[in-house]
């Protein structure tokens, strides 16, 4: 078996593990997660104080599971995600807090799990400082807030800034203190994030909105966040952020907020896309090769309902052919890869605003194997039902080991919560 060069996939241990193997323990498509990378991913980061796992970005068990054992905490964005983190260890308090909700609203379901819990909240609007004080007053809360702008590798992806509907608006911060003065909430915490995948410039930035919103706040703070947003390379053009840069910006304004607060403050940083991303993998097999006038098309039997983020964003994702036989190839050839779905949008190859593109891959045949990258973050746990397809069985390779984490979700699974009225 023969497989195109990848920088990414080359350097994970999967790479030593003959995909046929993974494909033949569970059928495609399927995604597999390499833990040592999640690991090395946690370990760039002990910098600072507190890793905190944006568990949106794979909320699987076992993924939540390595980031226990590893020593990062998570944050929570529903009651679900609470769930999940009680389900794998995660205990409801401590110092840090093992789990942090953070939303712009309280459900109902989310608040009274957080009222019963006594989980520590990130509030990021007014109306969920009132509606927490009503019920627990004397609580301590962090507030996320906005610090007018924002940035990310798409739009969709920005989270600061007018349009964003995250966060509590920098100029509306004095207002909000004087809410959790009046239900005696004390706020411990301030968090920031502007965005997914932004860079250096633009995470710098946030670091001087931080620093002026705590000493609006004052010495009740002990953590300031710094959010999430790390970037990592989807393409080879593309870098890495400086992380001993990133965290010395941090360190000195946390120095300064210490030399004026009087007492030391805690320095946490919540990544999601960057500790799994890079471990997660999609693994198709390409079902049909056809030509459309000029346009020559991959068609494989993962689709959009499997990893979305290239008809969400235009996003790109390295792509590396695996071949079921060692018969040589003829070279390269521009194709465009699409899925099995009943839906023109249903292709992994397009830009931002759904234009189609194509990409230059070795030369397959029916049955090869397609593996599409750097997709463990916002991969299966985005993954739907659209079209009646079942969610992928996820696999995690650890210390040379295939283990199953997820089964692939059978028809009676799917439709187990439907009825038919008499």
């Known amino acids: 078996m023969s497989a195109a060069s990848s920088h990414h996939l080359l350097r994970n241990q999967i790479a030593d593990i003959p995909i046929s193997q993974l494909a033949a323990k569970v059928n495609t498509p399927f995604y597999v997660y390499d833990e040592q990378k ?34 990062a905490v998570v944050d929570a964005v529903s009651t679900g995600e609470i769930l999940r983190a009680e389900a794998v260890g995660f205990s409801a308090s401590g110092d840090p807090s093992p789990i942090v909700y953070t939303a712009d609203i309280f459900d109902l379901s989310s608040l ?25 007053p004397g609580r301590s809360i962090t507030l996320r807030i906005n610090p007018g702008f924002g940035h990310g590798h798409n739009q969709k992806t920005n989270t600061g ?10 100029s509306e911060l004095t207002d909000c203190l004087r809410i959790a003065e009046k239900y005696n909430l004390r706020v411990t915490g301030l968090h920031m994030h502007i965005g997914s995948g932004t860079d250096l410039e633009h995470l710098a930035q946030v670091v001087t909105a931080m620093e002026q919103a705590a000493r609006e706040v004052g010495s009740s703070l002990d953590t300031i966040s710094a959010g999430g947003g790390l970037p990592i390379p989807y393409q080879t053009e593309e870098s890495y952020v400086d992380l001993e840069a990133y965290f010395q910006l941090w360190d000195a304004a946390r ?3 210490e030399s004026q607060f009087g007492h030391s403050l805690r320095l946490e940083i919540e990544p999601g896309r960057y500790l799994v991303a890079e471990a997660g993998f999609l693994v198709a097999e390409i079902r049909a090769i056809k030509k459309m006038d000029k ?53 992994f190859t397009q830009k931002e605003g759904g234009f189609v593109c194509t990409r230059s891959l070795p030369e397959a045949q029916l049955g090869d194997l397609l593996i599409i990258e750097c997709a463990g973050a916002y991969g299966a746990v985005m993954g739907s039902n659209y079209n009646s397809k079942p969610l992928a069985a996820e696999l ?17 699974q799917m439709t187990a919560a439907e009825h038919i009225p008499d």
Not at 41 to 66: E, H
Not at 115 to 134: A, E, F, K, V, Y
């Open 38 to 71: 999640i690991i090395e991913r946690i370990n760039d980061l002990k910098a600072f104080d507190v890793v905190r796992y944006a568990q949106k970005a794979c909320s699987n068990l076992a993924i939540l599971d390595i980031c226990r054992r590893n020593g």
């Open 112 to 136: 009274e799990l957080v009222l019963d819990r006594g989980i520590h909240t990130n509030c990021g609007s007014p109306d969920m400082l009132t509606q927490l004080g009503q019920k627990a």
């Open 161 to 170: 800034g007018s349009q964003s509907k995250h966060g509590i608006w920098h």
């Open 255 to 257: 120095k300064r907020l």
């Open 295 to 347: 346009n020559w098309f991959y068609l494989v039997d993962a689709g959009f309902n499997d990893l979305a983020r290239p008809i969400l964003y235009g996003s790109h994702h390295p792509m590396t052919i695996y071949r079921r036989s060692a018969e040589k190839t003829n070279g390269l050839r521009e194709v465009i890869v699409g899925g099995p779905l009943c839906e023109s949008g249903d292709i």
């Open 396 to 412: 995690l390779v650890r210390d040379g080991q295939v283990f199953t984490i997820r089964e692939r979700q059978t028809f009676a």
